[in-house]
């Protein structure tokens, strides 16, 4: 059991790649509280991890909402009074538009959801793992943290800034037990595609962003994604720190 004694919390758990890490982690002896918007995916998930003897909570909401991220990292504090790991999942895309068509709507929720709510949570599971003995942070980015030409203006712009915060994370606090690590998935197969309306994206955008999907080489699993992240929240990683790990299947070496 490689997380025996542990206390997680994980975003977007409702389905897709935090659903993988929930029933993953749970299996491994991590005690979870979980979140998500969607309340009925998000009690379906807790349904179907407690029939697997897992040990887990759910709380339903909006990430990109303070007094929410920080009520998941209370939960897990005053339920289990512990906290060892987090980590950050939940995530939507925008609708590929380039600056020049971005809508102020799309920019504003896009990045609340993707970067305000990962530093929401980051900042209150620190202010507990600074005296309480460290513990590990694992963000989900993408591969628009790293090349421009996967999403739109806005999802990229999100995604690199998530990679930044988790380099200064891990730099900041290295010295005190905390360590802080980016997965940069590729082409994964989830639902986060539910997050583009069809009548809102950006035909020309969409375009420009094809060509830059039509070299992936590799279609990855949600639990490709849920192994690496069992990795870096598990003591076997316990000097990898500020490390930003493409899972694509070579797509960042084009």
Not at 11 to 26: D, E, I, K, P, V
Not at 45 to 66: F, L, P, S
Not at 91 to 120: A, K
Not at 162 to 187: D, E
């Amino acid at each position: 059991m490689r997380l025996q004694g542990k206390v997680a919390v994980i975003t977007g758990a409702g389905s897709g790649m935090g659903l993988a890490m929930a029933t993953l982690f749970a299996a491994e002896g991590a005690r979870l509280v979980v979140g998500d918007w969607n309340g009925p995916r998000l009690e379906a998930a807790v349904a179907q991890i407690k029939a697997c003897g897992g040990t887990i909570i759910g709380q339903q909401g909006n990430i990109a909402e303070q007094t929410t991220a920080e009520q998941l990292i209370d939960l897990a504090i005053s339920t289990y009074e512990g906290l060892n790991i987090l980590c950050n999942n939940a995530g939507v895309m925008d609708y590929m538009q380039g600056v020049g068509e971005l809508s102020n709507d799309v920019w504003r929720r896009v990045l609340g959801i993707n970067l305000d709510g990962p530093m929401f949570t980051s900042r209150r599971a620190l202010q507990y793992m600074l005296t309480h003995g460290g513990g590990s942070i694992v963000n989900i980015a993408s591969t628009a943290g790293l090349h421009g030409g996967a999403a739109g203006a806005a999802y990229t712009a999100s995604k690199h800034a998530l990679v930044g915060l988790t380099r200064n994370t891990a730099w900041m606090y290295a010295k005190k037990g905390i360590r802080c690590n980016a997965i940069c998935p590729g082409a994964t197969r989830t639902n986060i595609g539910d997050t583009m309306p069809p009548d809102r994206l950006d035909a020309e955008g969409a375009q420009r962003a094809g060509a830059f999907a039509a070299l992936v080489p590799a279609y990855l699993e949600p639990t490709d994604i849920a192994s690496l992240a069992l990795f870096l929240a598990s003591d076997e990683s316990i000097h990898i720190n500020g490390t930003i790990i493409p899972a694509d299947g070579g797509w960042d070496a084009v």
